[in-house]
Nanobody, 115 residues
Framework: QVQLVESGGGLVQAGGSLRLSCVASGSSFSTKVMRWHRQAPGKQREWVATITTGLTTYYADSVKGRFTISRDNTKNTVYLQMNSLKPEDTAVYYC?????????WGQGTQVTVSS
């Protein structure tokens, strides 16, 4: 079992930046692949970024070059630095991870980008 708590969302103008955080409970955080997803109103949840235990990162094409995923294993925290935000980045952002065949999700944090 793991609990994930996101924070850092808010309202920002287009072109601005936000940094999201996701704190994981429990032990063995360093052994977990961590991901960020997002869900815009009326749309399906979509994958945004992944960071592996070896710090390899992967990004959706829509955010590549603008978003950066990172982790601090000493704080059980994964981050999503979001720069050059666009109105189409407006969504609820979730962090998630797998334990076995089960995916655990946080409650999400709202990001709203105004034009």
């Amino acid at each position: 079992q793991v609990q994930l708590v996101e924070s850092g969302g808010g309202l920002v103008q287009a072109g601005g930046s936000l940094r999201l955080s996701c704190v994981a409970s429990g032990s063995s955080f360093s052994t977990k692949v961590m991901r960020w997803h997002r869900q815009a109103p009326g749309k399906q949840r979509e994958w945004v970024a992944t960071i592996t235990t070896g710090l390899t990162t992967y990004y959706a094409d829509s955010v590549k070059g603008r978003f950066t995923i990172s982790r601090d294993n000493t704080k059980n925290t994964v981050y999503l630095q979001m720069n050059s935000l666009k109105p189409e980045d407006t969504a609820v952002y979730y962090c998630d991870t797998d334990i076995g065949s089960t995916t655990f999700w946080g409650q999400g944090t709202q990001v709203t980008v105004s034009s």
